[in-house]
């Protein structure tokens, strides 16, 4: 009978079998959080675009004298809310709601504005100021003037 040695067999060690997984395991973290990341920004620019769109949307109605009114947006908590008229009404069926990402941080400056409302015919914008959009140290910024320009 022919006995085999050992030492010439071919194959891993479980030291080559360790090293190689934790180098898999350090580029999959790196991975994970440079994809976290890019989620991040992402939902963040992607409710920039959706709220400045919405700005311009109400702006836009404003100037074309839809229903006679002047137009705005309501930031809720949960969504954004196209509304018609000098001040937001919740019960106004005509209110148009979208959803939006609760975990984006959403702040104004000056501090406490929710409504943003264009004149009819002028598109005047009240208030004006900053909205600023937060999520995991990711800030996006839109700016409202006097004469209803929204920079984003």
């Known amino acids: 009978m022919e006995l085999h040695n050992i030492s010439n067999a071919k194959g891993f060690t479980v030291i080559e079998l360790l090293i190689v997984l934790a180098i898999a395991t350090l580029i999959s973290s790196i991975g994970l959080?440079?994809?976290?990341?890019?989620?991040?920004?992402?939902?963040?620019?992607?409710?920039?675009?959706?709220?400045?769109?919405?700005?311009?949307?109400?702006?836009?109605?404003?100037?074309?004298?839809?229903?006679?009114?002047?137009?705005?947006?309501?930031?809720?908590?949960?969504?954004?809310?196209?509304?018609s008229g000098l001040t937001y009404d919740p019960l106004d069926p005509e209110n148009e709601p979208?959803?939006?990402n609760s975990s984006v941080i959403i702040s104004t400056d000056p501090s406490g504005m929710n409504n943003f409302v264009f004149a009819q015919l002028s598109g005047d914008a009240s208030p004006t100021g900053t909205i600023v959009l937060n999520a995991s140290g990711q800030n996006y910024?839109?700016?409202?003037?006097?004469?209803g320009g929204i920079d984003w």
């Open 141 to 147: 910024n839109i700016v409202i003037n006097s004469e």
């Open 98 to 100: 979208f959803p939006r």
């Open 33 to 83: 959080i440079y994809g976290y990341d890019t989620f991040t920004r992402s939902s963040v620019r992607s409710q920039e675009d959706t709220l400045g769109r919405l700005l311009q949307t109400a702006r836009a109605r404003a100037i074309s004298n839809v229903n006679q009114s002047p137009h705005g947006v309501h930031i809720d908590p949960d969504k954004y809310v196209l509304f």
